[in-house]
């Protein structure tokens, strides 16, 4: 009978790993990056993770299905379409154990541009230095900036409201005025076409006080 070989150990291990928390985008994200990045937890014991991307929840159709990731993260690389997406991620451990999918996440991608705002208009105040300037609604916008130059300045204004009184003005000197629209994605209008203003002191002088008339002593004069 001969010798024993040397010998040699291995382990059985049928325990999945835990399940991978996701980090970010946070669940309903909508953005204009059609080349997102995700993030998630790293998990002890990780060997592998694999990510899912689908327009639809079952993810019955991966638009993307990759399952050799090493790192708790990713980034597309084929530019998605304009859509609403889900996501989910599971990890592998050295054994071959799969863990159970991540609750899934929702994002959209959305690269087109609101209108831009329409009716722009601006009016120099009656009491003069100011400029009132007013635009319709645009749906979908969660910020307005407007732009405004004259001779030798200009400047940005940024607001969620549909009028803006812009004060501490040059009474006399044209300004000029245009405005765009962001929308919750990020994506910007292009500009409206400018209007002008020029603001003026319309309001009168107040009365003079203490008026006196007073007859002088060699006569025939006040």
Partial sequence: MSDWSDVRSFT??????SIPVLVSPSDAYITNDDTPGFEWDDVVGAYLYQIQIDNDADFSSPV???NDLTSSAYTVITALGEDDYYWQVRVRDAA?????????RSFSVDTTPPSI????????????ESITISYDEVTDAVLYKISWSRM???GIIET?????????????VEYSYQVKAKDASGNWSD????????PQ????PSIPANLEATAEPEGESI
Avoid: R
């Fill in 12 to 17: 059985v291990d049928t325990t999945a790993p």
């Fill in 201 to 204: 002191d319309t309001t009168p």
């Fill in 117 to 128: 705002p329409a009716n722009l208009e601006a009016t120099a105040e009656p009491e003069g």
């Fill in 152 to 154: 030798g300045a200009s």
């Fill in 160 to 172: 969620t409201k549909l009028s803006y009184t812009h004060t501490g003005l040059i009474n006399g």
């Fill in 64 to 66: 993307i299905d990759v």
């Fill in 96 to 104: 071959g154990n799969w863990s159970d999918y991540c609750t899934a």
């Fill in 191 to 198: 500009y409206s076409d400018a209007v002008e203003a020029t």
